[in-house]
């Protein structure tokens, strides 16, 4: 699916470095969202923009589009949601502009070539979407659910197979469990969302699940569904089935609350700001590169650690100046004030910091 030139009012102020103004005129209707009923200027920006990537992002990429097209018109953006990994692929491969990944470039990724980039220059890591990641429930009977990251790895690596399993009835004394067996659907491409799911586990419940961080799910039991929306789909038409996926897409479906120190906590974009805001970025990288190692050790139960943090990645220098200038141009954009509202309003997603922000703001600056 490409998602491009959706309309929207709106109006959006480009990043100072490229001193653009954009704002869509008004023509008699009421003053656009975050813009003035008498001011109109006209934006320079003109091309075609692609990016491949996160399907995490999809919800929010449709309404940064419709904004950032309405202010820019001879712009258009296209963002395929292939998934992150995908996207991290077409962007080194130069079949992208830019990646929108829940996963930021690994070690091997960074020391080879990106063919977008000008020669002997290197990709950056720009975080611009921050969500929770929900675990999904269609439990026969069931609505309310608590699990821990133990019960959780259990269930995922097939350790657990009933859902009237003695661990999961231990945390749920109130529920009726039916003694039918559990359908654990994860992603069969390679995700970033099953890369920072996969972290929470093998960092808050290191016993129980010993497998390495990664986009590709290490085990072959349960479900495997193409995508997000596959995860989704999969959940709902299926029977006594569990699953992880961005928030934004949960729908209906149940969530389950997962225990943070000692209370059982439902996700919120609150809690999995605080996660971001006090986690480090990752040592050794380009200055510009704002990777976020994720801290999920926290037993603070205003926090959830069940989190992703998605990226634009970009490069530092471009081949083409051109897509240079759509690049910053949009990227900040989504990573702005304005930006950051639309993903919450349309997503749900987290805001990024004051201080990370301005942090993107300034790599963006030094892009070329």
Same mark, same amino acid.
């Given at each position: ?32 969202? +975050? ?15 692609? +990016? ?30 292939? +998934?992150? *990994? ?156 569990? *699953? ?21 906590? @439902? ?15 990752? @040592? ?32 530092? @220098? ?19 004030? @304005? ?30």
């Amino acid at each position: 699916m490409k998602l491009k030139r959706y309309a929207a009012p709106a109006v959006i102020a480009i990043t100072a470095a490229l001193a653009l103004s954009a704002c869509a005129s008004n023509e008699g209707g009421a003053p656009a969202a +975050g813009g003035s009923s008498d001011a109109a200027s006209a934006s320079a920006l003109t091309g075609t923009l692609t +990016g491949i990537g996160s399907s995490a992002q999809g919800s929010a990429q449709e309404a940064w589009i419709a904004a950032f097209q309405t202010a820019n018109p001879d712009v258009t953006v296209n963002y395929d949601p292939q +998934g992150s *990994g995908a996207g991290r692929e077409s962007f080194i491969s130069g079949a992208s502009a830019f990646a929108g990944s829940d996963s930021a470039l690994n070690d091997d990724e960074l020391a080879g070539e990106f063919a977008s980039c000008a020669p002997g220059t290197k990709a950056i890591d720009l975080p611009v979407y921050i969500s929770p990641i929900a675990v999904v429930f269609n439990v026969e009977g069931v609505t309310d659910l608590n699990l821990d990251a133990a019960t959780i790895a259990n269930i995922f690596s097939g350790k657990i197979t009933t859902w009237n399993d003695p661990a999961i009835a231990a945390l749920n004394a109130d529920a009726t469990l039916p003694s039918a067996p559990i359908t654990a659907v994860h992603r069969s491409d390679d995700s970033g969302t099953t890369k920072n799911f996969t972290d929470y586990l093998g960092k808050v419940a290191p016993e129980a699940w010993a497998e390495k961080a990664a986009d590709a799910f290490p085990f072959q039991s349960g479900e495997g569904a193409q995508g997000t929306s596959g995860v989704i789909q999969a959940v709902t038409n299926g029977v006594n089935t569990i *699953g992880y996926a961005d928030a934004s897409k949960a729908g209906d479906l149940g969530v389950a609350k997962i225990k943070v120190g000692e209370e059982f906590v @439902e996700y919120t974009a609150e809690g999995a700001a605080a996660v971001v805001e006090e986690s480090p970025l990752v @040592e050794g990288r380009e200055a510009n590169d704002l990777a976020v190692a994720l801290d999920r050790s926290t037993t603070d139960p205003s926090h959830y650690p069940l989190v992703l943090v998605s990226y634009a990645i970009a490069c530092q @220098e471009y081949a083409d100046a051109a897509q240079a200038d759509l690049v910053k141009a949009y990227i900040g954009y989504i990573a702005s004030e @304005e930006g950051q509202q639309v993903a919450a309003d349309s997503a749900g997603a987290a805001p990024l910091s004051a201080d990370l922000s301005s942090k993107v703001a300034a790599a963006l600056e030094t892009i070329k």
